[in-house]
């Protein structure tokens, strides 16, 4: 009976250590700045591209471990620059890069040790995560990378249990401590050989819950996520923990992310959770309708929905983390190119309305948003309106009012909190911002 009192407590008090995580002045930090940058860059890329039809085909297609595995042979992305991939980033405002280092696929975008399936048993023999962070350490932009903590590959994944990848011909049954043993041996890799990493996203953890939505989503095995912060946090303290497992955040994690919905949204089925009010939000889009590269995919978001789900996000207090799906050569398709740049220089002119803000003091409107910093109002108005009428305005009184573009006055009025601006707003500026100057 003492031996099991004693178990209990010790569990117990394993628990309350995993429950009262507290981070460290570098992570506060890096918070702090991860809310000003409000923009980055996915990449979803690797020997999946090389089908054409998105990161998912190994699951989709019902491929097998087998003749999945041969597309490494295949993989030689000649066309790649790590230098042109991070400047065409930092041109379009961005200020972070969030690479895909290990999909659900298994394949490892780096020379890891751990595992055969990798960058360096390729035709191209390159470490693509060594020159991508050398050079977003080079050009001042930071760089997070995403890692899959599932896999359709590997034996010792609980894949059993798993929602996906039950066509990939194992017939086992998965070990965990021994998967745990790989992420970790994994994690301290990108961790230790890389230089300063921003943060660490993962995905996955779904794979072993009931469907978003349902009443009960508590996970079918014990990820040991206390290990796996832990671990993260102690081999680089600064560096930030997300997980895209579509409910609030789990202790330990240090930014809440939404999936193809901005919070309050829920546009695709995965976002029931509450945005928090703690941690730094960020959600993540594509440009095109994939993440991966599709041969068939034709759609592609136009510069004045880029812009204004850039302006929409901040509005909310949230980060846009904006995808591409290079090429299988290592090419980005002049599509990404060319929206990248047209929303880089609508940032040029528009940035600080943008940059280091926080939520407005209203959501989104059918007209448009409203971000705001110290002294300053800003008013993204998306459609052609002849004056903006907002309620219970919370500042005594207003400076001035102005086009950021031109700096050209507007008139005004304020009166018992009702406040009312003669916009004058044409319909080539996808986003018009106007400033308020407020005390």
């Given at each position: 009976?003492?031996?099991?009192?004693l178990?209990?407590?010790v569990?117990?008090?394993t628990?309350?250590?995993?429950?009262?995580?507290?981070?460290?002045?570098?992570?506060?930090?890096?918070?702090?700045?991860f809310?000003?940058?409000?923009?980055?860059?996915?990449?979803?890329?690797?020997?999946f591209?090389?089908?054409?039809?998105?990161?998912?085909?190994?699951?989709?297609?019902?491929?097998?471990?087998?003749?999945?595995?041969?597309?490494?042979?295949f993989?030689?992305?000649?066309?790649f620059n790590a230098?042109?991939?991070?400047?065409?980033?930092?041109n379009?405002?961005m200020?972070?890069i969030?690479?895909?280092?290990?999909h659900?696929?298994?394949?490892?975008?780096?020379?890891?040790?751990?595992?055969?399936?990798?960058?360096?048993?390729?035709?191209?023999?390159?470490?693509?995560?060594?020159?991508?962070?050398?050079?977003?350490?080079k050009?001042?932009?930071?760089?997070?990378?995403?890692?899959?903590?599932?896999?359709?590959?590997?034996?010792d994944?609980p894949?059993?249990t798993g929602?996906?990848?039950?066509?990939?011909?194992?017939?086992?049954?998965?070990?965990?401590a021994s998967?745990?043993q790989?992420?970790?041996?994994?994690?301290?890799?990108?961790?230790?050989?890389?230089?300063?990493?921003?943060g660490?996203?993962?995905?996955?953890?779904?794979?072993q819950?009931?469907?978003?939505g349902?009443?009960?989503?508590?996970?079918?095995?014990?990820?040991?996520?206390?290990e796996?912060?832990?671990l993260?946090?102690?081999?680089?303290?600064?560096?930030?923990?997300?997980?895209n497992?579509?409910?609030?955040?789990?202790?330990?994690?240090?930014f809440q992310?939404?999936e193809?919905?901005?919070?309050?949204?829920?546009?695709?089925?995965?976002?029931?959770?509450?945005?928090?009010?703690k941690?730094?939000?960020?959600?993540?889009?594509?440009?095109?309708?994939?993440?991966?590269y599709?041969l068939s995919?034709n759609?592609?978001?136009?510069?004045?929905e880029?812009?204004?789900?850039?302006a929409?996000?901040?509005?909310?207090?949230?980060?846009?983390?904006?995808?591409?799906g290079?090429?299988?050569?290592?090419?980005?398709q002049?599509?990404?190119?060319?929206?990248?740049?047209?929303?880089?220089?609508?940032?040029?002119?528009?940035?600080?309305?943008?940059?280091?803000?926080?939520?407005?003091?209203?959501?989104p409107?059918d007209?448009?948003c409203?971000?705001?910093?110290?002294?300053?109002v800003?008013?993204h108005?998306?459609?052609?309106?002849?004056?903006?009428?907002?309620?219970a305005f919370?500042?005594?009184?207003i400076?001035?009012?102005?086009?950021?573009?031109?700096?050209?006055?507007?008139?005004?009025?304020?009166?018992?909190?009702?406040?009312?601006?003669k916009?004058?707003?044409?319909?080539?500026?996808?986003?018009?911002?106007?400033?308020?100057?407020?005390?």
């Open positions: 009976m003492k031996k099991v009192l178990i209990a407590l569990l117990l008090s628990k309350l250590i995993a429950q009262n995580y507290s981070p460290s002045a570098t992570n506060i930090e890096n918070r702090k700045w809310s000003d940058a409000r923009y980055g860059l996915f990449i979803h890329w690797g020997p591209s090389i089908p054409g039809s998105g990161e998912w085909v190994m699951n989709e297609r019902k491929l097998n471990v087998h003749n999945y595995t041969n597309l490494k042979d993989f030689n992305p000649i066309d230098a042109q991939w991070v400047s065409m980033a930092k379009a405002g200020k972070y969030t690479l895909i280092t290990r659900h696929d298994g394949f490892s975008m780096w020379d890891t040790r751990y595992s055969d399936f990798n960058i360096m048993n390729t035709p191209y023999k390159k470490d693509i995560v060594k020159m991508m962070a050398d050079e977003c350490h050009q001042g932009i930071k760089l997070y990378l995403y890692y899959s903590l599932l896999d359709w590959r590997r034996e994944y894949h059993e929602r996906t990848g039950q066509n990939s011909g194992r017939k086992g049954k998965g070990d965990y998967y745990l790989f992420m970790k041996n994994q994690l301290t890799e990108l961790l230790t050989n890389y230089g300063e990493i921003g660490i996203w993962f995905d996955g953890h779904w794979d819950t009931a469907p978003e349902e009443k009960d989503r508590s996970s079918r095995i014990d990820w040991k996520y206390d796996i912060y832990g993260i946090h102690k081999l680089q303290p600064q560096c930030m923990i997300g997980n497992h579509h409910m609030s955040p789990f202790d330990g994690e240090d992310m939404f193809r919905d901005l919070p309050g949204e829920n546009k695709s089925g995965l976002s029931f959770q509450t945005a928090s009010n941690l730094p939000v960020e959600t993540c889009e594509t440009i095109s309708s994939s993440w991966g599709n995919d759609h592609y978001k136009s510069t004045a880029l812009v204004q789900m850039l929409k996000a901040a509005g909310l207090g949230t980060n846009l983390l904006l995808n591409i290079p090429m299988p050569s290592g090419k980005i002049p599509e990404f190119q060319e929206r990248l740049a047209a929303v880089g220089d609508w940032l040029k002119v528009n940035g600080e309305s943008i940059y280091g803000t926080q939520a407005g003091f209203v959501k409107q007209w448009g409203v971000t705001q910093k110290a002294g300053k800003y008013l108005v998306f459609k052609n309106t002849p004056e903006i009428n907002l309620n919370p500042y005594k009184k400076k001035s009012a102005y086009y950021l573009q031109d700096k050209k006055a507007l008139k005004y009025s304020l009166n018992k909190a009702v406040l009312n601006v916009a004058e707003i044409g319909s080539q500026n996808p986003d018009q911002v106007i400033v308020l100057e407020v005390q």
